[in-house]
């Protein structure tokens, strides 16, 4: 009879115990998967296929960009991610590294950027915004973004009070 006891009790300890882990590991996986943006370019036009993206706050965001220029058009793209207020600042910047990504890679206004891309290709990249805000993008190819216009807001929110 004791022994029954004991077998009993340890299987009730193994399911809690089971049951801790099990809590611990989806929470892993809820905070694991954090916010992902998806942006891309419509065929030849020297354009985002979104100006104006909102999403919630999370510490990390994984972008991705797909350069959907027909292929054959030898049309390069890519986004860089701005931090608030920068806008004007980076693109004057940019003009005077005369479109030199190996230059304006370093510049202090960039958050993330993606490599120059090919048509057909595309990259994920993740950033840690740190704070909710309104996130300029552009592409930093000769005169997308400050002649052309290829560039929009990514507007991170504050999370929802649950
Ligand atoms: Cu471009």
């Known amino acids: 009879m004791l022994n029954r006891t004991i077998k009993i009790v340890s299987i009730l300890s193994f399911l809690v115990l089971n049951k801790q882990l099990l809590g611990k590991e989806q929470n892993k996986v809820v905070s694991k998967a954090g916010v992902t943006v ?4 419509k065929g030849n036009d020297i354009a985002f296929d979104q100006t104006s993206i909102q999403i ?3 510490e990390t965001i994984t972008l991705t960009f797909a350069n959907q220029a027909l292929k054959g058009s030898e049309i390069l793209h890519n986004v860089a991610i701005l931090k608030p ?3 004007d600042k980076f693109l ?3 003009q005077l590294s005369g ?3 190996d230059k304006i890679k370093n510049d202090p206004s960039i ?6 891309l090919p048509p057909g290709a595309s990259q994920s990249v993740e950033f840690h915004p740190g704070e909710p805000g309104f996130y ?3 592409c930093v190819m000769a005169g997308h973004a400050d002649m052309l216009g ?3 807001i990514l507007n991170i929110t504050k999370p929802l009070k649950k």
Not at 111 to 116: G, Q, V
């Open 150 to 152: 290829m560039k929009g």
């Open 38 to 41: 998806s942006l891309s370019t």
């Open 92 to 94: 004057n910047a940019l």
């Open 85 to 87: 207020g920068s806008l």
């Open 111 to 116: 958050l993330i950027m993606t490599e120059a």
């Open 136 to 138: 300029p993008f552009v």
């Open 99 to 101: 479109y030199d990504l």
């Open 56 to 58: 919630p706050f999370a």
